[in-house]
């Protein structure tokens, strides 16, 4: 048969339906349509807290060796180490119920010149304890799942708090999970207070690819900030409570050719071995709302009148 006579289109019985190229157009389409809406509209937020409240059993099952594993590792531990954490435990404890008096005394010197300046109470912090399953498995960030979500009481935008100071912020609520991103995440800022001085500022997550800690941004170089100073929350942005620790600052640096300082600080909070850790709700409830603005009254027409 001569090769002009061959049909090179394939025949019927092997058709694909659309191109490839049709295929890869449609699709990217598709893909860019659903990343606007997750970000604009939250559409693909029911469907996530589906697939983690179907997931959850299976990621419960897969953690089960690796605690056992740790609960084996943590029998072990030598004595040595053992005395030692109970040194520093006994020691952390003496200090925690010496602050505790000092708290007591300061409270009630607090409530009495509240009520003698007529100041707004300060309503209790309520939280709910939780545990770190894992850490989020996007490298480019700084987050980790909590065991508690939605069916806790957990809201979206709570602070997370260890016991040494703040961890970070629900970013992300499931029903039965939650996404937190860290302090040290760069997409994450915190307005904080230093403690000696009373300036208010903005920290930072490290933008490094590596970084573990904080920065102070738009701080002149000839502000009153010296190394070692404490940060704790500020609660002027209604999520943080005031007064919880948050950084301390590491490094000052100072340049002429530069109106800013660099300056790094070192988290208190325990970002890369946290365990058990508190969800406060945010403060944003306690503040009160905004009055509504009054109309402003129409104005009086001149009247006009010829002379006499």
Not at 36 to 47: E, K
Not at 86 to 110: M, T
Request: charged share 20%; hydrophobic share 40%.
């Amino acid at each position: 048969m001569p090769l002009g006579t061959l049909d090179r289109t394939p025949p019927p019985f092997f058709k694909q339906g659309p191109s490839a190229l049709s295929k890869l157009m449609f699709f990217s389409a598709l893909a860019l349509f659903l990343m606007v809406a997750d970000m604009r509209f939250r559409v693909t937020q029911p469907i996530r807290a589906a697939l983690a409240t179907a997931l959850y059993p299976v990621q419960w099952l897969a953690l089960q060796p690796v605690r056992a594993v740790q609960g084996s590792g943590a029998y072990f531990t030598s004595l040595s180490q053992a005395k030692t954490s109970e040194e520093e435990a006994r020691r952390k404890l003496a200090l925690q119920s010496l602050r505790a008096g000092q708290v007591e005394q300061l409270s009630l010197e607090n409530t009495r010149l509240r009520k003698l300046l007529e100041l707004r109470e300060q309503k209790a912090i309520n939280g709910v304890a939780a545990e770190v399953l894992y850490d989020a498995p996007d490298p480019y960030t700084r987050k980790v799942i909590i065991d508690k979500g939605l069916a806790h009481g957990v809201e979206l935008a709570s602070p997370v708090v260890d016991e040494s100071g703040v961890l970070g912020q629900v970013t992300r609520v499931h029903p039965l999970v939650s996404e937190v991103t860290l302090v040290i995440d760069r997409e994450l800022a915190i307005p904080v207070l230093n403690a000696r001085t009373g300036a208010r500022s903005v920290a930072y997550g490290e933008p490094t690819a590596s970084g573990g800690g904080l920065e102070l941004r738009f701080m002149g170089s000839n502000s009153d900030v010296q190394q070692g100073d404490l940060l704790t929350t500020s609660g002027v942005d209604g999520v943080y409570p005031p007064g919880l620790p948050v950084a301390r600052i590491e490094r000052i640096e100072r340049r002429a050719e530069s109106a800013f300082a660099r300056i790094y600080c070192i988290p208190q909070a325990q970002v890369a071995a946290a365990l058990h850790v508190m969800v406060i709700k945010p403060v944003s409830g306690q503040i009160p709302s905004r009055p509504a603005d009054e109309p402003s009254p129409s104005p009086v027409p001149a009247k006009q009148g010829g002379r006499k």
